[in-house]
């Protein structure tokens, strides 16, 4: 369900306006002043619908050199110098 309100039909409704987009009763509200749209109110996404968003977010944008081995086991005998940036 969707509702097209004017500035000032939403400011006399505003909280029970949010209160059914956040019930999920509604799932648009546009605000218009002079018959131009101001502001579009949605509910956030669902914590599921964020999480699923998380997932490959950074597909394509990682770059392993030739010759890394990202299976290769790893020492930590030796001591990191973070401050020169080598081992």
Same mark, same amino acid.
Do not use: W, Y
């Given at each position: 369900? *969707? *509702?097209t309100? &004017?500035?000032?039909?939403?400011?006399?409704?505003?909280?029970?306006?949010?209160? !059914?987009?956040?019930? @999920?009763?509604? =799932? @648009?509200?546009?605000?218009? @002043?002079?018959? *131009?749209?101001?502001?579009?109110?949605?509910?956030?996404?669902s #914590?599921?619908? &964020?999480?699923?968003?998380?997932?490959?977010?950074?597909?394509? !944008?990682?770059?392993? #050199?030739?010759?890394?081995?990202?299976t290769?086991?790893? &020492?930590? *005998?030796d =001591?990191?110098?973070? &401050? @020169?940036?080598?081992?």
């Amino acid at each position: 369900m *969707e *509702e097209t309100l &004017s500035v000032t039909d939403f400011k006399a409704r505003c909280l029970d306006l949010l209160k !059914r987009i956040g019930q @999920r009763k509604l =799932e @648009r509200v546009t605000v218009t @002043r002079h018959g *131009e749209v101001v502001a579009v109110i949605t509910p956030p996404p669902s #914590p599921a619908d &964020s999480i699923l968003a998380l997932h490959g977010f950074l597909k394509d !944008r990682t770059v392993v #050199p030739d010759g890394v081995d990202l299976t290769a086991p790893t &020492s930590s *005998e030796d =001591e990191f110098n973070a &401050s @020169r940036g080598t081992v």
